[in-house]
């Protein structure tokens, strides 16, 4: 069945066995999860891939009984059509004690995967779209006005626009600015610029649009102009990500009508006019594969990178580097 995600006290605990989350808008998703598992004390997290090398292991476990186990809560992440096998077989054996979160990204109307959650009556399907301007400036008003900072409509906009729709990345900007304000300090339009690091996203966004387009000589030239900081790194490793499912829907595009300005002049958001002849390149030197092969190395980067943050320029920097050598993916 499909709800809303404002209706989530629906999904009750003793009904609902398996869930599917599907969208764009992760903010929410992560936000939703936190309600889903808020009394939860552990969590098995899994990722789709991990599960579909060794099925088996993951069943054992499943299956498994243990007296310090009352119930047993588990998330796939990155989930696709591949995972629905998997989850008829623990739909088919009723079990009990054990509530399944499955996590996607974008599904399209033909996914099996969203129409067996669909058309199931026991179990729960719930679209996650896209924050719009509206939701996001509400958002970002009960931050402030939780907080008593004043901000003029231009500041707001200014601080949405950097958040690429996704209402995570706004919070964690406003509290950027919560912390500059905690002292008294009065904050104006040129301190809002500096906080949310829009001189060093310009050339974040260069290194990484450079990166997919696989000019080598430009990247060499950006990483020796910039001095990024180790937590550069981080912000480094999720814009590609965000750059990197953008141009993978480009490309689903593109596969669909094989006309490469229709591709660029129909997307969304808009693509501007100085992006238009790089981002083609970006497109013609990826297919879906390649991109989807980038986007799980992005994350175990990202941990990486967490892991080992006094190294993580040097980590970031040559993975950088490995991707723009690499051969281009016809």
């Given at each position: 069945m499909i709800i809303k995600n404002f209706q989530l006290n629906k999904v009750k605990s003793n009904e609902n066995k398996l869930i599917l989350f599907y969208g764009k808008n992760e903010g929410l998703k992560n936000e939703s999860i936190n309600l889903i598992f808020e009394n939860s004390k552990k969590i098995f997290k899994y990722d789709e891939k991990d599960i579909l090398e060794n099925i088996e292991a993951f069943f054992d476990r499943l299956l498994s009984k243990s007296f310090f186990e009352n119930e047993k809560n588990i998330i796939i992440?990155?989930?696709?059509?591949?995972?629905?096998?998997?989850?008829?077989?623990?739909?088919?054996?009723?079990?009990?004690?054990?509530?399944?979160?499955?996590?996607?990204?974008?599904?399209?109307?033909?996914?099996?995967?969203?129409?067996?959650?669909?058309?199931?009556?026991?179990?729960?399907?719930?679209?996650?779209?896209?924050?719009?301007l509206q939701t996001l400036s509400k958002i970002s008003y009960d931050f402030l006005r939780k907080r008593k900072i004043s901000l003029s409509q231009a500041d707001v906009n200014l601080v949405i626009s950097k958040c690429n729709e996704d209402r995570k990345t706004l919070k964690d900007e406003l509290k950027k600015i919560e912390y500059f304000c905690l002292n008294g300090k009065k904050i104006n339009t040129e301190i809002i610029s500096k906080l949310i690091n829009l001189s060093e996203n310009r050339n974040i966004s260069e290194l990484i649009d450079n990166c997919l387009a696989k000019n080598k000589r430009e990247i060499t030239n950006i990483l020796?102009?910039?001095?990024?900081?180790?937590?550069?790194?981080?912000?480094?490793?999720?814009?590609?990500?965000?750059?990197?499912?953008?141009?993978?829907?480009?490309?689903?595009?593109?596969?669909?009508?094989?006309?490469?300005?229709?591709?660029?002049?129909?997307?969304?958001?808009?693509?501007?006019?100085?992006?238009?002849?790089?981002?083609?390149?970006?497109?013609?030197?990826?297919?879906?594969?390649?991109?989807?092969?980038?986007?799980?190395?992005?994350?175990?980067?990202?941990?990486?990178?967490?892991?080992?943050?006094?190294?993580?320029?040097?980590?970031?920097?040559?993975?950088?580097?490995?991707?723009?050598?690499?051969?281009?993916?016809?």
């Open positions: 992440k990155r989930s696709t059509d591949k995972i629905l096998k998997v989850i008829e077989e623990i739909d088919n054996k009723n079990l009990e004690d054990t509530k399944i979160l499955i996590i996607s990204e974008n599904l399209d109307k033909k996914s099996r995967l969203r129409s067996f959650f669909e058309k199931s009556k026991k179990h729960v399907c719930i679209p996650f779209y896209p924050d719009n020796n102009e910039n001095n990024f900081t180790k937590e550069d790194c981080v912000l480094i490793t999720r814009s590609f990500l965000n750059k990197s499912k953008r141009i993978l829907n480009l490309i689903n595009e593109y596969k669909k009508n094989n006309n490469l300005e229709l591709t660029i002049s129909s997307a969304k958001p808009p693509i501007f006019w100085k992006d238009k002849e790089i981002v083609k390149k970006q497109i013609c030197n990826w297919n879906p594969e390649s991109v989807s092969k980038l986007i799980y190395k992005l994350n175990d980067i990202e941990l990486l990178i967490k892991k080992n943050l006094q190294n993580s320029i040097n980590i970031i920097t040559d993975f950088i580097i490995e991707q723009a050598s690499s051969k281009t993916n016809n």
